[in-house]
Each structure stands twice: as structure tokens, then as C-alpha cells.
């Protein structure tokens, strides 16, 4: 018989207590034993749950208990699970963690220290919730260079965002019901302003390349400030909106790498993600392109990964996984040098200002019935050249980029 320990028994480490009995055969037949809770530490008491008698208030149990052997982290954040899971792996125990923040911020050093101890350090739950994403970037395509990740990586905006596209929903209201569902971060900031995505897309990036990724060096914007006139027009000209972590390989292998809403048409494979649901397209040199698909938040979908992190080190338990990325910094180009096409909303009508737009090369002129302004979509052109264009137009609104 294994022992697990969970750290934080949340929406997702419930999850995982959930599973690990309600799965308990199917689980010890793919690991060849029995795996059995013993221990779930939290803050707090959990009277009426089938935890109850398994509640601990002090980490030095586990880190001292040589009978677990598996540690799930579930409780976000950074302190204490930070030093909770860097004793875990020092003390010679498996990690298997659901949280991103903790992996983009540390995740060089606990790697460097999962390996030398022979031990894993796993987070497949950390990016795309319910989705194998990690797992087939080291396995299933390991013999591939990774040209490009594009990726709707955070459940909570997706939501938002298809709430307020196919149902009118004000922004608001969405988010509150998010929470309701338990999708949205503690502090919902970290959601729709991008950050969360942005430390999904630094891990999936530093996947690709084997290397580093500062997260802090990747450009985000998140998506405040869509509103539902955006979505009117969007939708008179055949797109969506949605918020994409995407990377991409350079020739010189500088990664372009960005966070930002994205206008897609309905061409676009990751035009019907929608809801909690996310999606990932990876372009390998030689596969082409592949696309991951599935639930992006949410208690059991993330729950489901940790528990297969759990299965993964009890059949390596005497071995380290090569996974991972090293202590080698990828660059990140900055966001100037990328290119898109740029919607653009202005003030006024089209017959009157569609010559100061010459320069951005624009499509037809598209207007609202009652409105007092019109869009066109820009031909494709590099952030620098948009944002120095546009700098003088006084009767821009705002602009949203488009993908190519
Ligand atoms: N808040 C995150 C999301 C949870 O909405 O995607 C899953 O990482």
C-alpha cells in the first residue's frame, strides 16, 4: 500500500480525495497496490466529511512521516506551499501540484531538486485543468520541436467571455456565477487580467523549449475591457473574442510569446472553445498541428489530473521522470515585434475618416445601427508600426488585435 498526503483541501483537494476513493480499483490496478489517504492537511476542520479523522494542522507530519511517500499540493498560492513542497521533495517524497503560480514562479528549482533526490516533481493539473497537456508535450511529443503553442488556457474569462458573446451576460454577472461554479481564482484579478494565463503559457512554453521562462517577461492584457459592443461587431463580422496565451519559436530561437484578447473568425480551430472548456493547438516541426480540448477549471476535471500525477510517481517511485525544463533562460521577444491585424473601432462615420486610415491598409468599414462610429480590420502589421500609426488618430475608440 501507498500513502498520500493532500496539502489543502479545497475545491481541488477534495477533488482528489473524491477520486482517490470513488476510483480507489482502478487506481491500485493501474499502480499494482492499494493507494490510501492518510493524511489531508488544512487550516481548518472538516467535521462532517468523510476526512474528518484524517485532518492534520501541522506540515511536519508529513514531511516527517517516512510511510507517505505522495504528496498532493493543492492549496495555491505561494506561502506556504512553497516551502511545504521544497521539504516534500527534500524529505524524499512525490509532489504532484495543481498550481501554476507556484510552478512558473519555482518550478527551475523544484525540478533541479526532484531530480536529485531521484524523486518527481509533477504538475499536469497546472495548465488546462482537466486536460493532458504537460504530460504529452515530454511524452507523446518528445521527438518534435515545438514551433508554436496557442492556447485559451484560463476556464474562468473562456466562461466569461461566451457568457457575454451568446447570451448578452454582463461582465460582472459572469464572473459572480464563475465563482458560484468554482473556476475563478481566490482572487479573481488573477483571471481576467491575464495573469493566470500568462503563468499557464510560461510553463507550456518553458515545456517546449527546455529552458526558463520568466513569466514577467511575457506582455498580458487581460479582458477588461471587452465590452458588448465589441462583441456586436464581432459578431456582425463573423469572429469572436477570445483571451489567448500564445508562443511562438523564431528563427532565431527568440520566443514570441503574448497574452491578449484575440478577435478570431469562425475558421479558427479555437473558435468553438467555449464556456469553461479551453483549448491548445501545438504545432510541431514535424506533426503539424495537433489540439487539446476539455474541461479548463473546475473541481473533479482538476482533480482528475492531480490523481493521475499520484498514479505516474507511485510507478516511478524509485526513479526521477526527465522532464522539465533547465535553469537556462529562453528570451522572450518583446511585444512589438509581433504581428497582427488590428480591429479598430473609431468615433465618427466612415465616409468622413476613412482616409486618415490609409496607412493601415483597412478592409471595408463596418457600422452599428445607432451608433455614431464604425470598425475595420487593419492589414497585418507589426506592434511597433500599429502603435506608432496609430498614436496620433484622436478618433480611435480602442482596437483589439485579430489574429492573422
Ligand atoms: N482560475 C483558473 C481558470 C482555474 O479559470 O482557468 C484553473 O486553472
Known amino acids: 500500500m501507498m500513502n498520500v498526503a493532500i496539502m489543502g483541501y479545497g475545491t481541488i483537494g477534495s477533488g482528489v480525495a473524491e477520486i482517490l476513493e470513488t476510483n480507489k480499483e482502478i487506481i491500485a490496478r493501474n499502480v499494482g497496490q492499494e493507494v490510501a489517504l492518510?493524511?489531508?492537511?488544512?487550516?481548518?476542520?472538516?467535521?462532517?466529511s468523510p476526512v474528518a479523522d484524517k485532518v492534520i494542522h501541522d506540515f511536519s507530519i508529513i514531511e516527517n512521516d517516512p510511510e507517505v511517500q505522495l504528496v498532493v499540493e493543492t492549496m495555491g498560492g505561494l506561502n506556504?506551499?512553497?516551502?511545504f513542497v521544497k521539504a516534500c521533495l527534500l524529505a524524499g517524497k512525490h509532489v504532484a501540484t495543481s498550481n501554476k503560480a507556484l510552478v512558473a514562479a519555482y518550478g527551475t528549482e523544484l525540478l533541479k531538486i526532484a531530480r536529485e533526490k531521484?524523486?518527481?516533481?509533477?504538475?499536469?493539473?497546472?495548465?488546462?485543468?482537466?486536460?493532458?497537456?504537460?504530460?504529452?508535450?515530454?511524452?507523446?511529443?518528445?521527438g518534435e520541436k515545438i514551433l508554436d503553442i496557442t492556447g485559451i488556457l484560463n476556464g474562468t474569462t473562456n466562461?466569461?467571455?461566451?457568457?457575454?458573446?451568446?447570451?448578452?451576460?454582463?461582465?460582472?454577472?459572469?464572473?459572480?456565477?464563475a465563482q458560484r461554479l468554482g473556476y475563478a481564482e481566490r482572487n479573481p484579478e488573477a483571471d481576467v487580467e491575464g495573469h493566470d494565463t500568462c503563468r499557464k503559457l510560461a510553463i507550456l512554453t518553458a515545456m517546449?523549449?527546455?529552458?526558463?521562462?520568466?513569466?514577467?517577461d511575457?506582455?498580458?492584457?487581460?479582458?477588461?475591457?471587452?465590452?458588448?459592443?465589441?462583441f456586436r461587431y464581432a459578431d456582425k463580422m463573423g469572429m469572436s473574442i477570445k483571451l489567448f496565451g500564445a508562443s511562438r519559436v523564431g528563427r532565431d530561437e527568440m520566443v514570441n510569446a503574448y497574452v491578449a484578447p484575440i478577435m478570431i473568425d469562425r475558421r479558427h480551430p479555437l473558435y468553438t472553445v467555449s464556456d469553461v472548456y479551453n483549448g491548445i493547438l501545438v504545432t510541431g516541426n514535424m506533426l503539424g498541428e495537433t489540439m487539446y480540448y476539455g474541461s479548463g477549471a473546475g473541481k473533479?476535471?482538476?482533480?482528475?489530473?492531480?490523481?493521475?500525477?499520484?498514479i505516474d510517481a507511485a510507478k516511478?517511485?524509485?526513479?526521477?521522470?526527465?522532464m522539465g525544463w533547465s535553469s537556462e533562460r529562453q528570451q522572450i521577444a518583446p511585444m512589438e515585434a509581433n504581428e497582427f491585424r488590428y480591429f479598430m473601432r473609431m468615433a465618427g462615420r466612415p465616409e468622413e475618416h476613412l482616409d486618415s486610415l490609409m496607412d493601415f491598409g483597412p478592409e471595408e468599414a463596418v457600422t452599428l445601427e445607432g451608433m455614431d462610429e464604425f470598425a475595420v480590420i487593419t492589414k497585418p502589421m507589426l506592434e511597433a508600426d500599429f502603435q506608432e500609426a496609430s498614436a496620433g488618430l484622436d478618433r480611435l475608440i480602442k482596437f483589439i488585435r485579430v489574429e492573422r
Open 300 to 310: 473533479l476535471p482538476t482533480a482528475s489530473a492531480v490523481v493521475a500525477d499520484i
Open 80 to 83: 506556504p506551499s512553497y516551502p
Open 38 to 48: 492518510k493524511y489531508v492537511l488544512d487550516l481548518r476542520n472538516f467535521p462532517d
Open 159 to 177: 466562461f466569461i467571455l461566451t457568457k457575454m458573446d451568446k447570451e448578452g451576460w454582463a461582465f460582472d454577472s459572469a464572473l459572480k456565477e
Open 316 to 322: 516511478h517511485v524509485n526513479r526521477n521522470v526527465v
Open 218 to 230: 511575457i506582455y498580458t492584457e487581460g479582458i477588461t475591457a471587452i465590452s458588448d459592443v465589441d
Open 208 to 216: 517546449a523549449t527546455g529552458k526558463e521562462v520568466n513569466y514577467e
Open 118 to 142: 531521484e524523486v518527481n516533481f509533477f504538475f499536469e493539473a497546472s495548465v488546462g485543468g482537466g486536460i493532458p497537456i504537460i504530460r504529452p508535450l515530454y511524452r507523446c511529443l518528445m
